[in-house]
């Protein structure tokens, strides 16, 4: 990690190409609808990885920001009758709004605190989802339309759905990707290593902690607002913690504090609870718990930490 | 009788529910805080070992015909021994390494003891009959008090306090606080401290399987039961703060008839007060109540 010159830094722009292009022609050999689940899930992991594996705060509640971008891209869309565009922007700046309210709130706290504190806070989220009429209670928002992109494009083709999906996507991984190749990411990664010490170098600790919150949020709702769209439904499983605590089995079983790991966990989980859902039913939910302990107790650095582990022993530079 | 327009009967009754669910709040978060203190995990299965309580009482009446005297006992020893083997063979591996690893195990393990028992039993909920020497209730005059919920009132106030006289008065107690504060000094002077860890987790656990067993007859036996009511148990301990034990008890008690008053005067609010209240308490007092920051 701290070597600039490692096999993994210097040959990511590589890797990335050919990740993009095979983005670019996954659709033609898999169900586009699977794919944009994944793409979904893996920016959700993405952008709480950016907090957890950056700053190495850990957030249990991402799924108010997850849920409530899409209730609110849902309402746009459907009840207002705006553009799928306008409806995933209502859906990320509300939250990134929420965000720096739960933020300037959680980050009072550090550690196992600020994980149950935000936890707690998603929580009220959910319980306000249950009761408001808007969102729909127990149904939650169905029949939500695609729409057409600029009012041009008609987004009921699954194709045209997927790049539209694929391009978010990219988007939101270039925010990330910038953000912790900045200064400001760099600050980020000394805030995660030392915190009295960036205290005592004169850096605004808490102004920092609560940017890369308010992007983590936003991000995260970009990728809820998208997923309302591709599903045309805004549910409560999106603003339950479970959906907090799915996210979290991502960005560990995928690596920790690395770049493609969320991407690899997200595509790794989503598809298990594809292939599980028809086999074993309501033992998903164990079997999540069961990858869960594994990864904590024996592969804590995940499916691309253990590879780039691999790679620096094998001596390839 | 009417009290600014409300029938004191209702509030009553609503204080009622507010003190008990205030005495679950309390034993729950009274594990937690002690399972912290030495520890240093948050222990996330806790309402799922709260659920675990409650079955265990129910699979012990329905299909071994035993008592609800005998489960009270039996299962929080039961719960408790799967706790210590939890600790033996997994979180003791994590000790050295972030706190946060302790959490997101204990997450993974609640996933799995509530699969488990959706898959057994369905998510629609169990009855657990009153014992009958605690059926029937006694009229207060302004109120109906049912005995059971005296009964759960009584009992779960004495385990705290028998918990907090342990801790703050015995030899015992004396270990384990010393511990709390330095581990490794305490171990120097020759007490067994991974035997007093563990003793420490499973009794923490026991403590709430036994919340489990008083909750069996009032609430559904349900395996999600545990789940809604930890996260309110964790926003309890962000509000009390998890320094102190009586602290612990009195926030968990506290929350509870405000939590009760609040059904009374706004129900719509009820579900998310104790969230609001701690959106105010890390406003004006980021370490909690009885924290120390």
């Known amino acids: ?317 | 009788m009417e009290i600014f327009g409300i029938s004191t009967a209702l509030l009553g009754s609503q204080l009622l529910v507010g003190l008990i669910n205030g005495s679950f709040y309390a034993i729950l978060s009274l594990g937690l805080a002690i399972i912290f203190g030495l520890l240093n995990i948050i222990n996330f299965c806790h309402g799922a070992q709260y659920m675990m309580g409650a079955f265990v009482a129910w699979i012990a009446l329905t299909r071994f015909g035993i008592s609800y005297w005998v489960a009270l006992i039996a299962a929080p020893l039961i719960v408790g021994l799967v706790g210590v083997l939890i600790e033996r063979l997994m979180l003791r591996r994590l000790y050295k390494l972030d706190h946060l690893y302790g959490l997101l195990l204990t997450f993974g393990l609640a996933l799995i003891f509530e699969g488990i028992f959706r898959d057994q039993f369905g998510i629609s909920g169990e009855s657990y009959e009153v014992p009958e020497l605690l059926s029937g209730g006694v009229n207060l005059g302004f109120m109906f008090l049912p005995i059971y919920r005296g009964w759960v009132i009584i009992a779960s106030l004495t385990v705290c306090f028998g918990t907090w006289y342990m801790i703050e008065r015995t030899k015992l107690g004396a270990y384990l606080r010393a511990g709390t504060e330095n581990s490794a000094m305490v171990q120097a002077l020759g007490i067994n401290v991974p035997l007093l860890i563990t003793f420490t987790y499973g009794y923490g656990v026991a403590l709430a399987a036994f919340a489990g067993v008083l909750a069996a007859p009032i609430f559904q036996v349900n395996p999600l039961m545990g789940s809604n009511l930890i996260i309110v148990v964790f926003a309890v301990v962000v509000i009390g703060g998890m320094g102190s034990i009586m602290g612990s008890i009195l926030t968990g008690l506290g929350l509870g008839l405000i939590e009760g008053l609040t059904r009374v005067i706004y129900p719509e609010a009820s579900s998310v007060v104790v969230f609001v209240i701690m959106v105010i308490v890390l406003l004006l007092r980021p370490a909690g109540l009885f924290g120390k920051s």
């Open chain 1, 1 to 317: 990690m701290n070597a600039p010159a490692s096999f993994a830094e210097s040959k990511l722009p590589l890797l990335l190409g050919v990740l993009f292009v095979i983005g670019l022609i996954a659709p033609f050999a898999v169900y586009p609808t699977f794919l944009m689940k994944i793409l979904c899930y893996a920016l959700f992991a993405c952008a709480f990885n950016l907090l957890l594996g950056f700053v190495g705060l850990l957030s249990f509640g991402h799924a108010a920001f997850l849920g409530t971008a899409g209730y609110v891209c849902g309402m746009m869309v459907r009840d207002v009758g705006v553009t799928p565009e306008v409806g995933i922007l209502a859906g990320t700046v509300a939250a990134g709004l929420l965000g720096w309210l739960f933020g300037s709130l959680a980050i009072k706290r550090t550690g196992i605190y600020f994980a149950m504190i935000t936890l707690a806070l998603a929580q009220m989220v959910f319980f306000l989802a249950i009761q408001i009429k808007q969102t729909g209670g127990e149904d939650g928002l169905q029949g939500v339309p695609r729409g057409h992109l600029f009012g041009l494009l008609d987004l009921s083709d699954n194709i045209a759905m997927y790049y539209l999906v694929f391009a978010i996507f990219c988007f939101g991984f270039f925010i990330i990707y910038r953000t912790i190749h900045s200064p400001f990411g760099q600050i980020l990664k000394a805030i995660r290593e030392n915190e009295p010490r960036a205290i005592s170098l004169g850096y605004d600790v808490a102004k920092f902690k609560l940017i890369a919150f308010i992007i983590s949020a936003a991000l995260a709702g970009m990728a809820g607002a998208t997923k309302t769209l591709v599903f045309q439904l805004a549910s409560l499983s999106d603003v339950h913690w479970h959906a907090s605590g799915e996210v979290v089995l991502m960005t560990l079983l995928g690596g920790l504090g690395t770049i493609l790991g969320p991407i690899v966990g997200a595509a790794t989980i989503v598809a298990l609870q594809t292939q599980l859902a028809d086999s074993v039913g309501s033992w998903v939910t164990v079997i999540m718990g069961v990858i869960f302990v594994i990864c904590v107790l024996s592969f804590r650095r995940g499916i691309v930490g253990e590879l780039q582990a691999l790679i620096k022993r094998s001596g390839v530079n």
